[in-house]
């Protein structure tokens, strides 16, 4: 059984630039959520995808946005970057059962910096 | 709306005494309750839960909490902590309102040290 991969682990960008990052959820899981933990502070919750589509955001911009894959893998885009979006991007899986339930298996995360 | 204070940013203890992390929740409806843990350079991982029932919950490596409704209190504890325990740990609690139903609600976290 396989966990929950991202990519890249560590990556470098410019203020306006654009990045896309990436998940890949536990084997068996339909569900992927995406959390932003910037430095010292807990994870907060960016959006869900079940069934390819959006289910459910966070308080965060239009220019977060993210898809699902029918392999139930996905992708965090962020547009026009801001040194604040400097942070950890987590991606969660959970089973459609417990998509609700708050039962999450992490990845070890993206770490952008935004210069 | 719901929200989660841990009470203590950095709590340092030695080894084989009591690990004692203090979570305090808001919440207008009966809560879900998670503490995860975080090691370093690494992502969250599920300790232990509260959803219904026992309001004492054992979780692995040895670690339990209690829910007490009338505190509103969600306490993580630890009889004896080993070195193996230093880690960041976080507490959380469902979202049960808006478009965020589900997902999770994370306090600041608390980083503990042991100290052999």
């Known amino acids: 059984e396989t966990g929950v991969t991202q990519s890249p682990t560590h990556l470098i960008k410019t203020r306006g630039q654009q990045v896309t990052l990436r998940c890949s959820s536990q084997s068996g899981h339909n569900t992927v959520s995406w959390y932003q933990q910037a430095l010292g502070q807990g994870p907060q919750f960016i959006f869900q995808?079940?069934?390819?589509?959006?289910?459910g955001r966070g308080n965060f911009p239009p220019r977060f946005s993210g898809l699902q894959f029918p392999n139930y893998s996905s992708e965090l885009n962020v547009n026009a970057l801001e040194l604040d979006d400097s942070a950890l991007y987590l991606c969660?899986?959970?089973?459609?059962?417990?998509?609700?339930?708050?039962?999450?298996?992490f990845g070890e995360g993206s770490r952008l910096t935004v210069l | 709306a719901q929200s989660v204070t841990q009470l203590g940013s950095h709590v340092s203890v030695s080894e084989g005494a009591l690990v004692l992390l203090r979570c305090n929740y808001s919440s207008s409806v009966p809560p879900y309750l998670f503490w995860y843990v975080q090691y370093p350079n690494q992502g969250l991982q599920l300790l232990l839960k509260?959803?219904?029932?026992?309001?004492l919950v054992k979780g692995i490596n040895g670690f339990e909490a209690e829910f007490k409704k009338s505190e509103t209190s969600f306490h993580l504890t630890k009889p004896s902590a080993h070195m193996s325990d230093a880690a960041e740990y976080f507490c959380?609690?469902?979202?049960?309102?808006?478009?965020?139903?589900?997902?999770?609600?994370f306090g600041q976290g608390t980083i503990l040290t042991v100290h052999p």
């Open positions: 509260y959803t219904t029932g026992a309001t």
């Open positions: 995808y079940y069934r390819e589509e959006e289910n």
């Open positions: 959380a609690v469902r979202t049960t309102g808006g478009t965020s139903y589900g997902k999770l609600t």
């Open positions: 969660a899986s959970s089973s459609q059962l417990k998509r609700n339930t708050g039962e999450l298996f």
